[in-house]
């Protein structure tokens, strides 16, 4: 998966980019973890499994292994109720 500047991932595009940075690298999951001060194991699922849980530790190896820098973009949307009382949040995140 190759790396364009200014493009957005989705928690599935961070956590591939952290495997195959990880996995093209020399370094182990052992020796990620003790650079970056975590265990093992959280950095096996943090390449292994995509969300929002592990996304701080997938951009941590990221910049770690490329001369990439990582920011965090959120959005946040303000609607007005519907009159009618139905909750439409779920249309935003489809």
Do not use: C
Request: glycine share 4%.
């Amino acid at each position: 998966m190759a790396m364009r500047h200014g493009a957005k991932l989705s928690y599935e595009d961070l956590q591939q980019q952290a495997r195959a940075v990880l996995n093209e690298s020399e370094w182990t999951q052992r020796e990620m973890a003790d650079e970056l001060d975590v265990t093992r194991g959280s950095v096996a699922k943090a390449v292994t499994k995509p969300g929002s849980r592990y996304q701080q530790l997938q951009m941590r190896i990221v910049e770690k292994l490329t001369d990439y820098r990582i920011e965090r973009e959120e959005e946040v949307y303000f609607r007005p109720l519907r009159e009618d009382g139905i909750d439409d949040r779920q249309e935003l995140s489809e």
